[in-house]
């Protein structure tokens, strides 16, 4: 194709990229500007730019007990599903076992499952287990949804793997055990770090399961759905402003360290559910 | 056959590694058919193959990374294939070295001994014994991916050799190298053989490799034992069509023995050997041009057709056509040649093989 034509194709192009991104972005770039916005919500533009709702904001002791109980959760999260997850992954990358290829459909499940039908399931069984629903069950509720996530990013880190490395160490007269812990998990520690980041940021911002499974303390976003149905407030934007900077910055993190550790070929299966 | 005579060690050495009946199948697949072969201490013993062959699956079983199928692999009076890899002392350098990319050279070569709990001061002693025994100290503080491939292959030399293995197994260990690194190498690894004494099975695809470096050769066909002799030996007199190719070059005359005379097209010569269908092989260095008109006793001749010529430095090799046979003739170098020409070989250097 000459550049003529491509340049001639590309123009409407352009707009249209940037008319999507407009879609995308503009009700975000309005949220963090009416953060800002002395008059709060009502009024556009916003004249008068101030930092009044984030002060208020960092007063508010329930939304911080909120935070603390979503860091909570997300960090006991990301502690089970990277656990049960590597394990998933080991047997899906080594043991070869009637019914594998169900098995993997059924671990990567949840990536494609609606959260209400994860977290209702979830409440069915612990009722019907008569557990007292709490930051407990939300935690029980979180780490095992985020398996799959586990499992997928995992599983592609073991896939890439040399596992002439792991013959080399048996060789040398480790054990397996001794080979699992000096050779494979070192290995996959980029594949680790890429996909605690992940569970953590789902975690952090779950609302389906979290709904289901929550006792009398909230996490953050179920604090924050709360507080909406009262009515919106600046400071609900500004908060919803922090968290937008530090999901970014989680995601950017794991970003980089993912196209670290797996290079051009990690699978598409790894995109955000 | 001859190949199992030769298959017997020198009594006076003591075997290290016997191999009884092992083979080998994955699912359908036979890989190895009915092994035996013994290897004595101190031996240099290659394992040759095209690819294909199973002889990286024969050494990944005395290694400890399969199990065989039928049979029973012995080391020392111990049998070894029940054991798992870490616990046999035998040691691997890997096709593709395996460094450990996460650990320095040092590291790397400490490997073995840490994981067996040795003593600290005793490991720096033996690993940096081992770096200098494979010249590597100027690097031990680097990562392996920093290292030319060379250089590689002497970390994973040295991993291996630190721990004192009864056994080394190499695979391939030099065909990742360029041909004059290769060549280098190969003579560093002789010499290392030599100084340290340990048993070395070297598994390659490369007949010039095998013959030049090792004491015998096992030369595997399809999953099973061709022949077994040293490089020398197996050269002179192999004992299948198959072999003689492989091995060198060679002209294989195909025809009959009759009445006591072996028939190959237009070239036929006395022979008491008993009679029926035969194949002979031929060195191209055992044919030289006739310089005289004289028929000796114990030669045969032929007039053949030159068709090619081949220089290459000290010799060259002709391709000659005798009534429609081809056949190569390696002579000293003698400047340009064409026509025809009478030549002449000593029988004794035609080989009868099987096919």
Redesign the interface.
């Known amino acids: 194709m000459s550049g003529h034509s491509r340049s001639r194709r590309g123009a409407p192009l352009l707009v249209y990229a940037a008319l999507v991104f407009v879609f995308i972005y503009l009700p975000v770039i309005v949220l963090i500007l009416y953060s800002f916005n002395r008059d709060g919500v009502g009024g556009f533009p916003p004249r008068h730019l101030t930092l009044a709702w984030y002060r208020q904001l960092f007063a508010d002791a329930p939304l911080w007990d909120a935070v603390l109980n979503s860091l909570k959760v997300a960090a006991g999260s990301v502690a089970l599903s990277l656990t049960l997850g590597l394990l998933a992954a080991l047997a899906l990358d080594r043991a070869s076992f009637p019914g594998k290829a169900l098995f993997r459909r059924l671990v990567l499940l949840p990536l494609i499952l609606p959260g209400i039908i994860t977290g209702l399931s979830l409440l069915m069984f612990l009722v019907f287990v008569g557990a007292q629903l709490s930051l407990f069950t939300v935690f029980l509720g979180h780490g095992t949804a985020l398996i799959s996530v586990a499992t997928t990013e995992l599983f592609a880190g073991l896939q890439k793997l040399d596992r002439a490395q792991e013959e080399a160490s048996l060789d040398l007269g480790a054990t397996p055990w001794q080979t699992f812990w000096r050779v494979t998990v070192p290995n996959l520690k980029l594949s680790l770090i890429a996909a605690g980041l992940l569970i953590f940021t789902l975690s952090m911002d779950e609302i389906a399961v979290t709904f289901f499974l929550t006792g009398r303390d909230n996490t953050l976003p179920l604090e924050i759905w709360g507080r909406l149905r009262r009515g919106i407030t600046p400071e609900i934007n500004a908060v919803s402003a922090l968290i937008l900077a530090v999901s970014v910055a989680l995601i950017v993190i794991w970003h980089r360290v993912r196209t670290r550790g797996l290079g051009a070929d990690a699978p598409e299966l790894l995109e955000r559910p | 056959m001859s190949s199992v005579a030769a298959n017997s060690l020198d009594p006076a050495s003591a075997v290290l590694l016997e191999i009884r009946g092992v083979a080998k199948r994955f699912g359908a697949r036979e890989v190895l058919r009915n092994i035996s072969l013994n290897i004595a201490e101190g031996e240099f013993l290659a394992l040759l193959g095209e690819s294909g062959s199973g002889k990286t699956t024969l050494l990944r079983l005395v290694?400890?990374?399969e199990e065989p199928t039928a049979g029973e692999i012995w080391m020392s009076g111990e049998r070894l294939d029940l054991l798992?890899?870490?616990r046999r002392r035998?040691?691997?350098v890997?096709?593709?070295y395996?460094?450990?990319?996460?650990l320095s050279v040092r590291e790397n070569v400490a490997?073995?001994l840490r994981?067996?709990k040795t003593a600290a001061t005793e490991i720096d002693g033996r690993v940096d014994e081992a770096l200098r025994m494979v010249k590597i100290e100027e690097f031990a503080a680097w990562r392996p991916s920093k290292l030319s491939g060379g250089q590689q292959q002497r970390v994973a030399l040295a991993?291996?050799l630190v721990?004192r293995p009864r056994l080394l197994l190499l695979d391939e260990p030099l065909s990742a190298l360029d041909a004059n690194l290769r060549k280098q190498m190969q003579s560093e690894l002789k010499a290392l053989q030599r100084e340290i004494g340990i048993t070395f099975l070297f598994v390659t695809h490369d007949q010039e490799e095998a013959m030049a470096l090792s004491d015998r050769i096992a030369l595997l066909r399809d999953g099973a034992l061709e022949q077994v002799a040293s490089a020398r030996e197996i050269y002179a007199h192999p004992a299948t069509a198959y072999t003689a190719r492989f091995i060198g070059q060679t002209n294989l005359l195909r025809g009959e023995i009759l009445d006591g005379m072996a028939r190959c097209g237009a070239i036929a010569w006395p022979s008491d050997d008993p009679g029926g269908a035969a194949i002979f092989s031929l060195r191209p260095e055992a044919i030289r041009l006739a310089s005289d008109a004289v028929a000796r006793p114990g030669t045969a001749r032929f007039r053949a057709a030159l068709e090619q010529q081949f220089f290459s430095g000290a010799s060259e090799l002709l391709e000659v056509n005798c009534s429609g046979q081809l056949l190569r003739v390696r002579v000293s170098a003698r400047g340009p040649l064409s026509g025809e020409h009478e030549f002449v070989f000593s029988t004794a250097d035609a080989i009868r093989v099987q096919e």
């Open positions: 290694a400890g990374f798992p890899p870490y035998v040691n691997t890997f096709q593709n395996a460094l450990f990319p996460h490997y073995g994981v067996k991993r291996a721990n």
